[in-house]
């Protein structure tokens, strides 16, 4: 079992930044991947970015360029840090861990509000 506890989440203007941070709590040293996924009003939740317990990292097309995510192994919390926010970045964001297979944990999300 793997607890996921976000922070950071809020309103913020169009062009500003904010820094979401999930900590994991648990059988942490089985996790394989931590990432983000945003679901916004009517819209499917959608991954925006993902690291595996290797370094790798994979963005949503619309994220490259403006959002970073990092892994603390010592303190098993993935962060993202997100720039240059537009109104459509508008949503709740869940921190993910897989552990492979059905194994897989969510967070009970963050919002995030872009406007102005």
């Known amino acids: 079992q793997v607890q996921l506890v976000e922070s950071g989440g809020g309103l913020v203007q169009p062009g500003g930044s904010l820094r979401l941070s999930c900590a994991a709590s648990?059988?942490?040293?089985?996790?394989?991947?931590m990432g983000w996924y945003r679901q916004a009003p009517g819209i499917q939740r959608e991954l925006v970015a993902a690291?595996?317990?290797?370094?790798?990292?994979d963005y949503a097309d619309s994220m490259k360029g403006r959002f970073t995510i990092s892994r603390d192994k010592a303190r098993n919390t993935v962060y993202l840090q997100m720039n240059s926010l537009k109104p459509e970045d508008t949503g709740v964001y869940y921190c993910?861990?897989?552990?492979?297979?059905?194994?897989?944990?969510w967070g009970q999300g963050t919002q995030v509000t872009v406007s102005s």
């Open positions: 690291i595996t317990s290797g370094g790798s990292r």
């Open positions: 648990g059988s942490t040293f089985n996790i394989w991947t």
């Open positions: 993910h861990a897989s552990l492979g297979g059905a194994r897989q944990y």
